[in-house]
């Protein structure tokens, strides 16, 4: 099969379009057809390498899949081939406590498709079974890969970790992001008032057509001012935090006392100062967050269903153009998922 090669950790110049060998089925997996593979800020942390991570070279990026059943393993019921599908990006053991009481992304065991084993950038993909979940049947290919990683992660961080509610005032970061786009729509579907950032005001009027309430232009203005003028002196409830450095102190400053402020990401760098009398006094939540639930994927898959939340296709490139689509990733420029089709 035509796949997109890791050589080894570094730049673009180590991913290559190429031909390996088809992958395998055990008797719990189905090989399924990869028709669409979305990129995530995930796939440039492995191609760049990470400490903790030890790979079996070359590796196979990508972790948000659609796309058909080409083969069903013996011990597999209920899934037929051509069926169409999209995937769940965690594997956990199935069998502990923590995946017992449905906290599957807190079992030791827990690994992403494309970080810790090998993912989408191919035409084929064999997967455990129970990763499968019901295919949207609103959407195309493209559109459904964009869905399953950043909904997921912006659902727990929101709801989950800061069980949003009707009228809190949320502050997401990133709104060109894939998890900023999807936080904008998350915190809007639980009738929350949100403020949303951006380094273009041509993304912040995206933003609003997702439903933001307002926008602050990081680049032009002070995101503590500029949140502040517009609703008094620490307003915010909850901030939706994945760029790390670059806003991490003002983000503090704006939280009501009590508020909390969730993390699952550092793009632009990921050691932060942070004044630790303004979070015992005022009572801060700081709250790490990574994926969510297998089970949540099915409850947001019901509202894609219904239209209430909506995946952002930025665009679409063939498989081949993995390198483009990460320099675009890198770059910044896109608003939404950027996709590679096989
Ligand atoms: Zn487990």
Known sequence: ???????SPGGLE?????????????ADEVLVRVRAVALNHLDLWVRRGMPHLKLEYPHILGCDIAGEVAEVGSLVEGVKPGQKVLLHPGLSCGRCER????????????QILGEHVRGGYAEYLAVPARNLLPYPENLDFSQAACLPLVFLTAWQMLVDKGRIRPGMRVLVHGAGSGVGSA??????????EVFTTAGSDEKLARAKALGADFG???KKENLLEAVTRVAGKQPIDVVLEHVGKAL?????????WGGALVTCGATTG????TDLRQVFFRQLQILGSTMGSRASQFEILRHVAAGRLQPVLDRSLPLSEAREAHRL???GGAFGKIVLVP
């Open 248 to 256: 991490w102190k003002e983000s503090l400053l704006c939280l009501k």
């Open 99 to 110: 995946c017992s009481e449905g906290r599957d992304n807190l079992c030791s065991r827990y």
């Open 270 to 273: 990921p050691m932060v100062e």
């Open 329 to 331: 990733l890198e770059e």
């Open 183 to 192: 936080g904008i729509q998350i915190a809007k579907l639980f009738g929350c």
């Open 216 to 218: 602050i232009n990081y």
């Open 14 to 26: 180590q991913l290559f379009y190429t031909d390996v060998l088809d992958p395998k089925i055990r």
């Open 1 to 7: 099969m035509k796949a997109v090669i890791l050589q």
